[in-house]
Every structure is written in structure tokens, then in C-alpha cells.
């Protein structure tokens, strides 16, 4: 029913302003062309230099509302990110100086250079000196932009740093599979045929030495503070994207085509709860490559933490070999078909 | 230039668009031979070798291009059954490459090469797939060859106006030289 | 019929007997004067109402996903009674919501922004402004439209298949658009919108060709290549993007229906997909679609631009009774943007894995672009100075654009730098950025033009002070909706998510979320303001009864009031001077046809 009143409020008021318009135009021809124009001119000229003040306005009142809700504000969580968040802030100075001298000189010409009956055009046609004066500037401030723009490009795709950490992130339809090399530190191979959702997400070829100690996690994922990690990305099905906010960092995860990214937490999760204040905070990975109707449901999270948890944690990892086939696995008790009074000890996480 | 400046127009408007027509479909095939070289230089690729009847086919359209020559000659001269002739000649030619091509694909399915389907390698696909494509537009030439061809036979005809069949040619000369460079491209970079 | 006139246009001018009908060799029936037609005008009129039909189409579906974006918790049981079982509870689906966002896309881009824009001034304002009678081939200009119909149809057809449209992003990444198991708009959704699209490429193939053709090669005595309005050569140049670039779409699209329908591997390789298993495609790779689409993906969105930026040129000039500033200049921003627009398609990859070198060069190329844009905007301001400007609807507009073009251009630059395009990639920046300007800035140079050359069009004039609310609504609402936005995006705020309250991060938004959501149903109501205005005045507007209300020296105002087949009764006339003699030896304005007088000073 409220629907019904809307639309008919809608269109009650579409019909006033149509009215009015009509209107306006039968009294402007009986003003007759000029007066009339004369008068639009008048208000629109106006309207110019209010719309310039009022949207300055505007954009402060945005940021005042707003900034403090961006990552920058926060301040970057990563070697990487304190790059990133420097850029911007300088990109954001160039830019806005530009932005502002443009959008001022624009509006301020439309209203004072409005149609005056006094008024004689000036007939300026070309000016190869200013043409060349307004190349040359954008032309060495980009080049600015650039220079920085690519030391760091080069710096986040590079290599890392030796003694990194590698962690292998699969995405897949909705969520992430986190793997972690073990003891050997090498990733046992995989092959995409072998996946089983059950007991082998990833696919991993369990003939091979290397993958007995392969760990496999969903949805969280540890690394250490300070430490360098490399993450080597992957998808099982369509492309997905580990996006890392905190970190100013993403990268596409491609089915087929590993792809790689490194970063160096600077806080730990809890560092990062005191000083955003916000007991609820996390390292969320959020899915930036549409995937699919669940895009905006996939979330891992990575808990960045001091080296002795970290150990720790890995030492209560068991490696997915041990469940994929829990025959082997040298922890568990072997269930006695009859004997009730027998515990089954499952391995605890 | 306070005087008069002249303006060429050297070329006639239909035949400038159908040059420009002749540049987009470049561009077509530009994209699919790149990507065809990229995919080249990744992993699993299969080589092999092309059949024999796509060389036969390369003759025959070069043939092609030879008597839709001859039959813009004649309609220039204005003999108009000679011209008719060699009209009905290039369709048939270009009938006859499109079948040979089919026969080369038919070849390849024998041979084990798989152009499409679960045990296809991408080697097989692009090669079917850009060569599907410029069959497509022999096809296209064959249609507008018959059509100039009736056009002909209307009593209405002004056999004066040379402007379609020259069209009809540059477009057939067009399909006849995309597939020397695509059976260069294949044998050679395949 | 058709290359007999165009060869009467190849061999000079010849006066032909006109009735008032049109030309004297045939007489129109309803279909062949406003179905079939081959008159350049009237299929200009065909693209542009099917490009606000889109236009309509589009923007409605965004006013639903942003019912989703700004209101997540509410319900409306109306939702429910219009989109039945997408709209299950009165809340939109997942599935809904990945549907209108990327019907929205793909709709407006193409549909609205390239076939309503392009298709309707190029068609319309070509023969007029070179002097010619109609195009280079006006039966290929007809099956243009035509084409582009049908496409429309089918494009409308997919909305209403039982699995849904197409729901992946306009962007129709595989492997989520070539496999049918990924997602259910991936299934007979998917196919249609790739014949759409196939259907549209050749439409905008057909009449590229055709706008090329007419500006090299059936000008009117006198009209060199310089002396053309700055429309014609952004026209030119957009018309040159298309033919080169949208094959390689084509091509794109080829090897996704044969990975869709045909079990090869282009674009796929190590899938499993959940709940239907291993598949056996390997060796393909997915970031192969990306570049071939990219190709066309970028040019298209310089397709987009130039035309608003010739007639924003060409009306700014008109209305500041001043020549536009820096020609030579303007031209060859064109040109360099037209030769750039091929060599940056890879900063929509920066994120793909691709080698870090060649992310490189493309940084160098992407903001070497901004340089010409730059000097375009130096330019239009330097127009406005010193002029004595007339605030038509028109000349708002333009205005807008410029202020459009500053904005959203210049968060370009911050994209086009790899390094923060690693963290703004994928988020509202982006969202922003290409609304503002591509979305706004084309969408008011097209009002621009609308406003502008509708009484050439009509023979009537558009309701001014309808006119003032559209333009100021517009422009205050657009960036209230997008500016914030920015914002969202620098909190790492992803784009396409139906809903962020499980994310911490991205969760602090819903105020702004549901203030965006409610300036963009005004500002859609308004535009529907201006599609009243547009349709009412069609019909009852304001008579022209001058033949050059804007007091303009470009050709097209040389015509009758209401021109028609064949543009000038008598003959072509012949051009003397460039077209911004506006202010000039203390006249007003000289029309190009006014020859050069012997005391008049130097001239272009």
C-alpha cells in the first residue's frame, strides 16, 4: 500500500515540476529571448560559484566523516604497506593541487565570464607557449609519480627476502585452503585429479617424500611478526584474488598458473586489537576476483603472531597424510573392534 | 589557406569502408594468432604435422584468386559472358576449398588429433578454430559471389557499373591472402 | 539505390528535385521511413531511444542492487511480486544481485554508452557537419541498427531464462564464464549474452566502417581534413578505436563459446569444480581472456569518452562565443589518446601474476595518457576565459563534463601506478573512479549533446528550466554518490559483495551505504524528469523557427529546420574557413560557408 502512496507522491510532484517548467517557458517567451536568457544566465552563473563552495564544503565535511574509517588512518600493517600508504599520500597532494586550481578556475570562469551585453569576446585561438607549458608540467609530476610508483612495484613483485616463510593459499568456490611445507620445508607435489574435498582439498600426491609433512588448514592461517612470508596462490576452480587490506597487498589466484606474493607483518593480531582499539579486529583475506554468487562470503583470516606462539601452534599441527590415511599415523590409537574399554584418540588440533 | 582548398577523393566511399571492413577482421585474426603464440610458448603443446590436403586447398584458392581476376577483366571490357564464367568458376573454387578444408579437419579426427572435446590439446583447437573461421568468411565471399552473379542476369543490369564486382574481388583477394599468411603462420610457427 | 548515392556524393554536387517528402526517386512507406530507414537521421533517432530504453533498463537495476547495498536487513514484499523467486522474502538473492550488477555493466557500457552515444551523434552528425548527403553506405548503416536490435533482444531475452542471466561481471572472466557448473548465471545465461555481444560488435563494426568512409572520403568542397569541428575528429578517431579493437573481442568471445560448448581448452586448466570433480581440461590459460578482452576493454572506454569530448569541445565553443582553444592541440590529444589507448590495456592486470617488467611499461604508457587529457582540460578552460558565456542546457552540461573529467581523471593516475593499484584494485576506488569518468562524464556529454543539437534533430526545443533541475540534480547527486565512495575504496572495501556485515574491515560503512542508495533513486527519478522533458517535447515542444538558434557556424544548421533525405535541397555548400570564427575581426560568428573576406585577418 505504501508503495502504491509513494510512486503516486512521486509522480504527483513530477507533474507539479512539469507544470512549473511549462509555465516558465510561456513566460519566457513572452519576455522574450534575450531578458530571458539574460535571466538564466544570472541564476545559473550563480549557481556555478555556489555549487564550487558548496561542494568544497562538501568534500571536507566527507572527509571529516569518513577518513578516520579508511585504512589510512589506521596506518599500514606491513613493510609493504607503509610504502603504499606514503605513495598515497603524496599521489593524493599532486593530484588534489591539480584538483583543486582546475575545478576552482572552472567554475569561477563560468560565472564571471557569463553573457554581459558589454562583454567582448577575446579571440584567442592557439598558444604554442602555453600548450608546451601545460605538457611540460603533468609530464614531470607524473614522471615524479612514476619513479617512486615503480621503486616500490619492483620492491613488492621481487623476490623475498632469504629465511622467508612460504605458505600456499588455494581459493576455491567459497573459501581457502592454506598449506603449509612442514618440517621439510618443501611443498609435496600436487595434481588437481587427486582432489578429494574429504581428505585431500589440494590434490596433493601422496607418492611423493615431500608431501608426508604437508600440513593443510582452512580458513586461518599463522605467520610471525617480522618475519618475511611468501604466499604462492592457487585456485581449484574459477580465479579468486587473496586480497590483503591491512597489508596493502593482492594478488590473483589462477587456476593452472601459481602465482606469488610477499609481505612482512609489522603487529601482531593482538598488537593490532590495542591499537585500533577494536577487540574485534582481524587479518581478514578477502576474495577480490568475482567468483562466483558467494564472491562476498569468502574470508580467511591470517593471525600474525610473536614467534613462540607461532611454534607453538605448528607444533599441534598433524601433518595431512595422517588424515588422509589415519592408518599411519603414529599418534593415534588404533580402534580394537570389541574392546569398549579402549580410547580413541582422535588428534586434537 | 585564405583560398580555395580542394578535397581528394580519390577512393570510392564503398571501397574505402571495405578496406577498413578488411582491417577490423585483420584485427580478428590477429588477436586469435597472438594468443596462439603465447599459448605456443606455454607448456603442453602438441606438434604435428598438417595434412597434405591443406596444401592442395592453398592451391586451389590461389587458383581462385586468378579467375576472380579474370572476371573483373571481363566485366571491365563489358563481356558479360566470359565475365558470367569466371564468376561461376570462383564460387566453385571457393566451394571447393571450403570442402577440402573440411576434409583436412576429418584428416586430423582420423589421425587421433582431436580438434575439440576432452582429449583435444589447444594445439589442435586454435588450429580449428582460426581456420573454421576463415572458412566462415570464404563462405561469406562464395554468397556475395552468387549474388553478383544473379545480379548480372537481371535486365535491369547496368553493366557499366563495375563498382560491385571490384568489391566482390578486393574481398575474395582479401580471404585468398589471409590464408597464405594463416597456412604460413600454422606450418611454420605450428 | 544506396551506392548511387553515394556515387552522386563521390562526383561532387548535384542538385536533385526535392519534394518535401525527401528524395525523388522513391516514396516512404511507414517501414521505410521509421523501421527500415536508410536516412543517416533517423537511424541516428533508432540508437538513441534504444539507448535510453537501456539507459532506463540499466539504471532501474541499479536502483535494485543498491536497494540491496544500502537497506541489507529491510525486506519489500513489492521486490518479491516483481521479481518473484529472485527476490525471495522481499529480499534480493545472491544470485539477483550478480545479475543486475553485471547486466548493469555489461548494458550500460555498451548498450547505452557506446550505441546510444556514438551510434546516435556519429549517425546523426557526420553527413551533416562534413556535408554529405547521407553515409557511405547507408544499407550497412540501416543492418547496423539493426544488429544492434537484435542484440538488444537478446540481451533481454537472457534476463528471462530459468537459471538467470549472466551473473560473472561484464567483465566475463573464465573460468567462471566458460564453466556452465561455476554458477547457474553460467549456464544458458551465459550463451546469450555472448551471441548479444557477438551481434553488438558486428553492429558497431558495420557502422564504424561506415563513419571512417564518410569523413575520409565524402566531404563537401572545401572541408580539408583541418577544417572539420573537433565532434568529427573525436567521431574519427572513436570510429578507428572500434574497428581495430572490437575484433579481438570477437576473437575472445570465439574461444569462449568453444571452451563453453565445444570441451577445449583455451581458457582452462587444473579445475575441480564442487560437486561435479576433476575436469579434464588442461593446459589453458585464463589471464589469455583477459588480455584479449582488455584489448577491447580499454579502447572501448576511450570509444566512450571521445565523443562527449568532441562535443563538449564543439558546444563549449558555441556557447563562449570564442573559438575552442588550442584546435591543433585538441586534435592531436585526440590522436595521442586514440595510438595510447592500444598500449595500456594491462593496468586491468596489474594483480594477475603478470612479469613485473612489462607491469612496468604499462605504468609508463597508462600515465603518459594523462598528459594528453591534461592539455584537453587546460584547453576547455582556456575556452572559457575571457568568454561570454550562455548557460544553455547544453553548455551546462558541458561544463559538467569538464568537471567530471578533472575528478575522475585524476584518481586515474592513482590507478594507473601499479604499485597502488595492488591495494585499490577491486575496491570502490575503482567503482568510483570509472563512474565518475566514464559513467557521468560520457553520460553528460551525451545530455550535452541532447540538449544541444535536439532542435536540429526535432525541430523543437527541449523545456529549458526542466533542463536546469536535470543538470543540477545530476551533477550534485553524482557526486554525492560517487565521492564518498573513494573513500570506501581506501578502506580496502571490495567491489561486487552482496553484503559486508561479516567482514570487520569493511563492516563501518552501512550509514554511508544507505545515503548512497537513497541520492541514487532521487537522481534516477530525475532522469526520468529529463525522458518526460525529451518525449514530450518531441511532439509539443517549442518550435525553432530560426534555422541557427545557437547562433553556431558548423554546417549543420545550414540545413532546413526539419531536413530531410538528402540533408540540403540544393546544393552542398562549400566551405571557406574552419568552424571557430566565434568573436573574430569583431563579429560574433562567421559560418564555415561564409568565404574569406579581403580585409579579414589570417584564418585557419
Known sequence: ?349 | MATEVKTKNKIHPQKMYLYVGLGSIVMMFAGLTSAYIVKKSQSNWLDFELPKVFFIATVVILLSSFTMQMAVKKAKEGLQNPYRGFLTVTAILGVAFMTLQYQGFMALQANNIALTGARSNSAASFLFVITFLHLLHVLGGVIALFGVRFKSLSAKNNTENTLPVELVSTYWHFVDILWIYLFVFLQWIG | MSHEAALHNHEGHESHGHDDHGHHEHHDTFLTKYVFSQDHKMIAKQFLITGMVWAVLGGLMSVLFRLQLGYPDASFPWLESILGKWAKGGQITPEAYYALVTTHGTVLVFFVLTAGLSGTFANFLIPLQVGARDMASPFMNMLSYWFFFTASIIMLSSLFVETGPFSGGWTAYPPLSALHDASPGSKTGMDLWIISMALFVVSSLLGGLNYIATILNMRTKGMSMTRLPLTIWALFFTAVLGVLSFPVLLSGLILLIFDRNFGTSFYLSDIYVNGVGALSNEGGSAILFQHLFWFLGHPEVYIILLPAMGMVSEIMSVNSRKPIFGYMAMLGSLFAIAILAFLVWAHHMFVTGLNPFLGSVFVLLTLLIAVPSAIKVFNWLTTLWRGNIRFTPGMLFAIGFVSLFISGGLTGIWLGNAALDIYLHDSYFVVAHFHIVMGVASMFGMFAGVYHWFPKMYGRYLNNSLGYIHFWITLAGAYLIFWPMHYQGLAGMPRRYFDFSIWESFKQFADLNRFISTVAMIVFAVQILFLINFFYSIFKGRKVTVLNPWESNTLEWTTPINPGHGNWPGEIPEVHRWPYDYGKDGHDFIPQTTPVGEDETETH
Open chain 1, 1 to 349: 500500500m505504501s508503495l502504491i502512496l509513494s510512486v503516486a507522491i512521486i509522480v504527483f510532484i513530477f507533474v507539479v515540476i512539469f507544470q512549473i517548467a511549462k509555465a516558465s517557458e510561456y513566460v519566457s517567451i513572452l519576455k522574450g529571448e534575450e531578458a530571458s536568457r539574460q535571466q538564466n544566465n544570472k541564476i545559473n552563473g550563480f549557481l556555478m560559484v555556489a555549487f564550487l563552495v558548496l561542494g568544497f564544503v562538501g568534500i571536507y565535511v566527507c572527509n571529516k566523516a569518513y577518513y578516520g574509517k579508511t585504512q589510512l588512518a589506521q596506518g599500514a600493517a606491513s613493510v609493504q604497506g607503509e610504502k603504499v600508504d606514503e605513495m598515497l599520500f603524496v599521489t593524493l597532494i599532486i593530484t588534489g593541487i591539480v584538483f583543486v586550481i582546475t575545478q576552482v578556475l572552472l567554475f569561477w570562469f563560468a560565472y564571471k565570464y557569463q553573457e554581459d551585453k558589454n562583454r567582448k569576446v577575446f579571440f584567442f585561438a592557439h598558444s604554442t607557449k602555453l600548450e608546451l607549458i601545460w605538457t611540460a608540467i603533468p609530464a614531470i609530476a607524473l614522471t615524479v609519480l612514476v619513479v617512486f610508483g615503480l621503486r616500490n612495484w619492483f620492491f613488492f613483485t621481487g623476490e623475498p627476502p632469504k629465511g622467508a616463510m612460504v605458505v600456499e593459499v588455494t581459493g576455491k568456490q567459497f573459501g581457502w585452503i592454506f598449506r603449509y611445507p612442514g618440517k621439510d620445508a618443501v611443498f609435496g607435489k600436487k595434481y588437481y585429479k587427486n582432489i578429494d574435498p574429504a581428505t585431500n582439498s589440494v590434490g596433493i600426491v601422496w607418492d611423493d617424500t615431500y608431501s608426508k609433512d604437508d600440513i593443510l588448514l582452512e580458513q586461518t592461517m599463522y605467520v610471525v611478526k617480522g618475519t618475511p612470508v611468501k604466499l604462492i596462490l592457487g585456485s581449484r576452480d574459477v580465479i579468486h584474488d587473496v586480497g590483503l587490506t591491512h597489508f596493502r597487498l593482492k594478488m590473483d589466484a589462477v587456476p593452472g598458473i601459481p602465482t606469488t606474493m610477499w609481505f612482512t607483518p609489522l603487529y601482531t593480531t593482538k598488537e593490532m586489537r590495542e591499537k585500533t582499539g577494536n577487540p574485534n579486529f582481524a587479518y581478514e583475506i578477502s576474495c577480490d576476483q568475482m567468483c562466483g554468487n558467494g564472491h562476498y562470503s569468502m574470508k580467511g583470516v591470517i593471525e600474525v603472531v610473536d614467534q613462540e606462539e607461532y611454534d607453538l601452534w605448528m607444533a599441534k599441527q598433524k601433518p595431512q597424510y595422517f588424515t588422509a590415511f589415519p592408518e599411519k599415523d603414529p599418534t593415534a590409537v588404533p580402534v580394537a573392534a570389541a574392546d569398549t574399554t579402549a580410547k580413541v584418540a582422535t588428534a586434537k588440533m
